[in-house]
């Protein structure tokens, strides 16, 4: 099985992590903020001490060759990527494990585990890369309704089928990762382009079931704007969309399962939008006074129509804590690509908005100046971040990120009640003051989507407890202030208090009566999104 090459603690596969020096630098960082030398650190788990309940059901003769019980295939199944999932993990909890991990090979296999579900009353967990930071994969089966659970591994379905190179667009299986879809598309010339922080361990069906953000930090934001057809089985029979560029029939059949976190079906298959791979590219750093000054600026080249491929801006402290500043100033990553033109006229003139606000450019001027410097610090600080929290957890270090989105209009009153409600709750929770930094993953002409991070020193037995006090403090004030629970990170099981806040409650009687004509005897990851 390939997830036996998977940690079933900590990210990734068995044997990476952070470095020695990556591992130092941020211990440092947190000395500094919390004024301790020592931390009360915890061996992480290991795979022999884990009492794993026996299976409640075996797979049936005709499936048996593509399922496996065995020990490690259940533990990197059991938990996703958040921070209760490591607390959880870090004391030998796995009690949640699902009993059978299915891996089929294709469509027919997948239809097959759905019956067998049906007529065992078995809980299904639909699997990509298991990267969900908000409960999106753990079997739980309260209530009793279920008497086992399965999780349906999609890693096996991971292919690129079929390419259109006129139309720019592919079909392809949702169990590909990041990396090997990438690959299978670069003899045509053609990518993606989606790269969410997660793109090594996670998978097309993960990115279009959590609606998942991407690279590019405006325009094409989310996976939802390059899908064109997706096909789905279901409890009841598959679904498949029509292939079109734009339709103007009725709601969207696509945007019934685009975010849907596998309750309502199983993607298997789904055309997407390709991009020609870049060819011209222009980036680099520009330095503001503050945080709301270079907001000001991201919303002049927002507004302006320029399209950024890069946008993000890191509030002081978030500069320093990656890396990437001293803490003095807020810090722009700034890029512009094509595969087709130059985009040296659209970098100038977002310079120019830039200095409109009192921005102070770094060189730019070099052919990786996108690369180089603050702008290349900080990319390579995000795409190692999620190796951190398996080494933080066991030393008792609340460290946790939640993101929104919210209007230019409301922005400046909002992210100041965010982030004091949250200082407080830390605070509270912890005894003492911890840390609350802000950045910008995407922008839009009406509002840009400020992503949170969050520092604490806990105390093991009670991290969930604390944990929980501060992400409640936090989500409530989002919600006051008019923002969303998530912009990209999906529901899950942590977010749905917020999210049944949010969402109309009209549209959730019309969400629970889908899932009751896809999915009626609510088999699939029940507890997500709705109730089964």
Request: net charge neutral.
């Amino acid at each position: 099985m390939t997830a036996k090459h998977r940690k079933f603690f900590g990210w990734g596969l068995e044997g990476e992590g952070l470095t020695a020096a990556e591992d130092a630098f941020g211990l440092e960082r947190y000395r500094k903020l919390f004024g301790v030398t020592r931390f009360d650190e915890r061996p992480p788990p290991r795979l022999p001490d884990l009492a794993l309940r026996p299976p409640r059901l075996s797979p049936p003769p005709a499936l048996a060759a593509f399922c496996s019980s065995e020990a490690h295939d259940r533990a990197v199944h059991a938990y996703g990527k958040s921070f209760p999932d490591y607390v959880r993990g870090l004391a030998g909890d796995y009690a949640n494990a699902p009993d059978v991990v299915a891996y089929p090979r294709n469509e027919a296999e997948v239809a097959a585990v759905l019956d067998w579900a049906g007529s065992a009353r078995a809980a299904i967990v639909p699997f990509g890369g298991g990267s969900s930071v908000v409960g999106g994969v753990e079997a739980r089966l309260d209530g009793g309704r279920y008497k086992a659970a399965l999780t349906l591994d999609l890693g096996r379905m991971d292919r690129v089928r079929e390419v259109d190179r006129a139309s720019r667009a592919a079909r392809i299986e949702g169990g590909v990762f990041g990396p090997a879809l990438e690959a299978q598309l670069k003899p045509h010339e053609l990518t993606l382009r989606h790269f969410p922080q997660s793109f090594e361990y996670s998978t097309l069906g993960g990115w279009i079931a959590t609606r998942s953000g991407g690279h590019f930090a405006t325009l094409l934001t989310h996976i939802d704007d390059l899908v064109e057809s997706l096909r789905v089985v279901t409890p009841r029979g598959v679904v498949e969309t029509r292939r079109l560029p734009g339709s103007g029939a009725g709601p969207s059949p696509d945007r019934l399962f685009i975010g849907s976190e596998g309750t309502l079906g199983v993607i298997t298959e789904a055309w997407m939008r390709l991009q020609d791979r870049p060819r011209f590219r222009a980036g680099g750093a520009v330095g503001f006074k503050d945080l709301f000054t270079a907001a000001q600026a991201v919303r002049m080249i927002a507004q302006a129509g320029l399209y950024p491929a890069n946008c993000r801006i890191l509030d002081p402290q978030e500069a320093y804590n990656t890396g990437a500043g001293d803490g003095r100033v807020a810090i722009m990553v700034l890029a512009f690509e094509s595969g087709d033109h130059p985009v040296d006229a659209w970098m100038k003139r977002a310079l120019e908005c830039c200095a409109d606000h009192g921005g102070t450019p770094e060189d730019t001027s070099g052919a990786e100046a996108h690369r180089d410097g603050a702008a290349g610090v900080w990319r390579n600080a995000f795409i190692r971040m999620p190796y951190a929290r398996e080494r933080m957890v066991p030393r008792a270090i609340i460290s946790d990120t939640f993101e929104t989105a919210i209007t230019w209009d409301r922005f400046e009153v909002f992210h100041d009640k965010v982030k004091s409600a949250t200082e407080q709750a830390i605070r509270a929770a912890t005894g003492r003051p911890g840390q609350v930094t802000c950045r910008f993953t995407h922008v839009y002409p009406d509002g840009p989507a400020p992503y949170f991070s969050f520092h604490g020193l806990g105390r093991h037995g009670h991290l969930i407890e604390q944990w929980q006090a501060i992400k409640t403090a936090a989500s409530d004030a989002l919600i006051a202030g008019g923002g969303t629970i998530t912009h990209h990170h999906a529901i899950g099981r942590d977010h749905r208090p917020w999210y049944d806040r949010q969402r109309p409650d009209l549209f959730a009687a019309a969400l629970k009566a889908a899932k009751v004509a896809l999915d009626p005897q609510g088999l699939l990851n029940p507890g997500v999104l709705i109730d089964p």
